[in-house]
C-alpha cells in the first residue's frame, strides 16, 4: 500500500488520482477503488487523516438509513428548506441540492463495501435549531470505535489526536467515555456498569502502553482515519506520503496529467478520469491568509499542518477559480494557546466543554461582555472579529469562579480542577482572590468586570439574559448543563473565589473559500465551465454552507458526499478513455 516515489514508473497511468488524505480525500480514493479504479492517494505529510484526525468526525448527512432509529420524522425537504434559511444564496442551491439527494447512497455505498461505518446519536441538534428545517438528530452521524491494532504496521500513519484531548499519555475518550470517566470520579461505587467500563478501557489503554506509544482504541476522527485507512490497504490503494504536487498538466481533453515530487525525486503521472483536490484548503498559504483572513495569526490555527494551499496556485494556472458570496472564507472556534513542556504550542479550540456552561462569561479588553456565549463556536470566533474592530476584543477573556472550574473544566484544565496548578504556573490560567484582583491581571476595567459578573448573577436568577439572549435556542440550551438547577442551563452566577480566566483567540478550523464546482465537483473555470478532469472537495471546493455553520459535520458530510460525486464522474471517465 505505502509507496516510494521510486516505484512508480515515470509516466505511469492512473485512473483517479487523489491529492490530500484528510477524511474527503480518503473517501474519494475509496469510492473511486470500490467501483474498480486503479488509485493513487498523494498526501503531503507523514500521515493520513489531515484534520479530520483532530476532529470529532462528525458527519452532517440527510436521509441516511439511520436516520429512521431516532427520528423518522426528518426528511429530504426538511433538511432543504433548512439549508434554504441558513445558506440562501451564498451557495449554488444546484449544488446544494446534489448534496441532499446523494447523501444517502454515498453513506450506503460505503459502509456496504468498507470497514467504515456510523451511527447516529439520539440528540445532537443543529446550530442554527431556531430556524424551520431544522432538527435535534438524525443527521448528524458518528463513526464507530475502531482497533488500530488491525492496521498492523500502518498504525503508525493515522495522524495521532490533538494531545489535549486524550487523557492517560495517549488514550482517546469520546463522549461516551467522558460521561462514564466523570460518574466514576464523582460516584465509583455507584454503577457496577460504570466500574466495568472504565476497569475495561483502562486495562486496554495499559496493555496498549506496553506495546505501542499511544493508545490504539481509536474513536472520532482517528477512528475514521482508521476505517478508511485500512478499507484503502484491502482495495490495494497506492499510498504516497510526504509528496507534493509540482504541476497540473491540462491537454486537449482536460486534466490528464501531473508531476509528483518526493525529496528530491520527480515523477510524471498519467491520469485517466482524473485529479480529485482534498488538500484541505488555503489555510496556510500565507498569500491568500494575508488577503482572505487579515489579522488572523496563523499560530491560532489548530488544524493539521498539511493545508498550504500549494495547490490551489496549481489549479488556478489550468483554469480553475474561487467561488465567492459567502459569509465567511473560513470557519472558526474560539482556541486558546499554551506552550508544550517539549517547546510546541497547544491550540485548544473551546467547542462546548465551558463557554456556554452555567458560571462562565467572554468579556473583551475593557471587561465587558459583548455577545451570547452559547451560540456556536463558528458564530463566537466571527462575533470576536467583528468586535475587535470597534472595541479590543482579541484576546477575549474566558471568565469563570471556583465553582465554574470544578464542575465545568476550562480549556485544557479539566474538571474538577484536574490540572489546573500547572496551568497558573505557567501562565495558561490566570487567578485573582477577587474579582478586581483578576481584573488587574488581565489589564481590564475591575468595575467592568464586577458588573459583568453581577448582571450575569441577576439572569441566572431570572433565566433570562437582558443583554444578549443566552439559553434562548434548543442548541443554546443543549450547549449549557442538562443538570443544572436554575432556569436556564446556560446561566448561572460568578461569585465563588478564587476567579479564573483564559485568552481566547479566533481560530480558523477550516477552509469555506474554495474552488467553484458543478454537482460533480468538477472545478469549474472563469466562465463556469467544468473542467474536464478536475475536481475539488472538502476544504478545496468552495462550501456549499456558503460559510455558515447550520450544523455538526457540515464540513465532513459535503467532503464524503462530493467525494463520492467526483470518484463516480472520474471513473466514468476513465472507462470511456
Known amino acids: ?119 447516529p446519536r439520539d440528540f445532537h441538534p443543529d446550530y442554527l435549531s431556531e430556524l424551520e428545517g431544522s432538527t435535534t438528530c438524525g443527521r448528524a452521524l458518528e463513526p464507530y470505535p475502531f482497533d488500530g491494532r488491525l492496521l498492523g504496521e500502518h498504525f503508525g500513519l493515522i495522524r495521532p489526536p490533538i494531545p489535549e484531548f486524550t487523557v492517560l499519555k495517549g488514550m482517546m475518550v469520546d463522549r461516551d467515555d467522558i460521561l462514564q470517566l466523570m460518574a466514576f470520579i464523582k460516584k465509583w461505587w455507584g454503577s457496577w456498569d460504570t466500574c466495568k467500563y472504565v476497569a475495561r478501557t483502562l486495562l486496554r489503554h495499559a496493555g496498549d502502553r506496553l ?106 494556472a489550468v483554469g480553475a477559480r474561487y467561488g465567492e458570496g459567502e459569509l465567511s472564507p473560513c470557519f472558526w472556534a474560539p482556541v486558546s494557546i499554551r506552550k508544550r513542556k517539549d517547546g510546541s504550542q497547544a491550540v485548544f479550540p473551546h467547542f462546548v466543554f465551558d463557554r456556554a456552561k452555567p458560571g462562565m462569561m467572554i468579556v473583551n479588553q475593557e471587561g465587558r461582555r459583548y455577545y451570547n456565549e452559547s451560540i456556536s463556536y463558528h458564530l463566537t470566533g466571527i462575533t470576536m472579529q467583528e468586535a475587535n474592530k470597534h472595541t479590543p476584543s482579541v484576546p477575549s477573556f474566558l471568565v469563570t469562579d471556583a465553582e465554574g472550574m470544578r464542575k465545568y473544566g476550562m480549556g485544557m484544565v479539566r474538571p474538577n480542577r484536574m490540572g489546573l496548578a500547572e496551568a497558573l504556573a505557567d501562565g495558561y490560567v490566570v ?60 446561566l448561572g452566577p460568578i461569585e465563588t473565589a478564587p476567579f479564573y480566566a483564559v485568552r481566547l483567540y479566533p481560530g480558523d478550523i477550516g477552509a469555506a473559500k474554495g474552488f467553484l464546482t458543478d454537482e460533480h465537483a468538477r472545478a469549474l473555470d472563469a466562465g463556469k465551465q467544468a473542467i474536464p478532469g478536475l475536481y475539488a472537495i472538502g476544504n478545496d471546493q468552495q462550501s456549499i454552507m456558503g460559510g455558515t455553520y447550520p450544523g455538526p459535520g457540515i464540513t465532513l458530510g459535503p467532503g464524503l458526499v462530493f467525494g463520492y460525486l467526483a470518484a463516480r464522474d472520474a471513473v466514468a471517465r476513465a472507462r470511456a478513455a
Not at 37 to 66: F, I, M, N, Q
Not at 272 to 279: D, E, F, Q
Request: proline share 4%.
Open 431 to 490: 487567578s485573582g482572590n477577587t474579582l478586581d484582583e483578576l481584573a488587574r491581571k488581565l489589564g481590564v476595567d475591575a468595575a467592568n468586570l464586577r458588573q459583568a459578573a453581577a448582571d450575569i448573577g441577576r439572569f441566572a436568577r431570572t433565566g433570562v439574559d437582558e443583554q444578549f439572549q443566552r439559553g434562548t435556542t434548543l442548541y443554546q440550551r443543549a450547549n449549557g448543563d442538562a443538570n443544572w438547577s436554575g432556569p436556564n442551563p446556560s
Open 211 to 316: 506495546r505501542h506509544p499511544r493508545g490504539t482504541r481509536l474513536v472520532m476522527g482517528n477512528a475514521l482515519a482508521g476505517r478508511l485507512l485500512l478499507s484503502l490497504r484491502e482495495r490495494g490503494v497506492a499510498l504516497l506520503t510526504r509528496a507534493s504536487v509540482t504541476e497540473l498538466q491540462r491537454g486537449a481533453d482536460g486534466v490528464d496529467a501531473l508531476v509528483l515530487k518526493q525529496g528530491s525525486t520527480s515523477r510524471s503521472i498519467r491520469v485517466k478520469g482524473g485529479v480529485i483536490m482534498a488538500s484541505g484548503g488555503f489555510n496556510r498559504h500565507p498569500k491568500r491568509r494575508a488577503q482572505l483572513m487579515p489579522g488572523a495569526d496563523a499560530a491560532w490555527c489548530p488544524g493539521a499542518p498539511g493545508h498550504t494551499g500549494s495547490l490551489h496556485d496549481l489549479a488556478e
Open 1 to 119: 500500500m505505502l509507496k516510494r516515489i521510486e516505484d512508480i514508473q515515470d509516466g505511469e497511468s492512473f485512473d483517479v488520482v487523489v491529492v490530500g488524505a484528510g477524511g474527503a480525500g480518503m473517501s474519494a480514493a475509496l469510492f473511486a477503488a470500490i467501483d474498480g479504479a486503479k488509485v493513487l492517494l498523494v498526501e503531503s505529510t507523514e500521515y493520513v487523516g489531515g484534520t479530520s484526525a483532530y476532529s470529532g468526525a462528525t458527519t452532517w448527512v440527510v436521509g441516511t438509513r439511520h436516520a429512521p432509529a431516532v427520528n423518522p420524522q426528518d426528511s429530504v425537504d426538511n433538511a432543504r428548506r433548512f439549508l434554504d434559511l441558513a445558506v440562501g444564496e451564498r451557495s449554488d442551491p444546484k449544488v446544494r441540492e446534489a448534496f441532499l439527494v446523494n447523501g444517502a447512497d454515498a453513506v450506503a455505498r460505503i459502509e456496504d463495501n468498507s470497514h467504515v461505518k456510523y451511527r
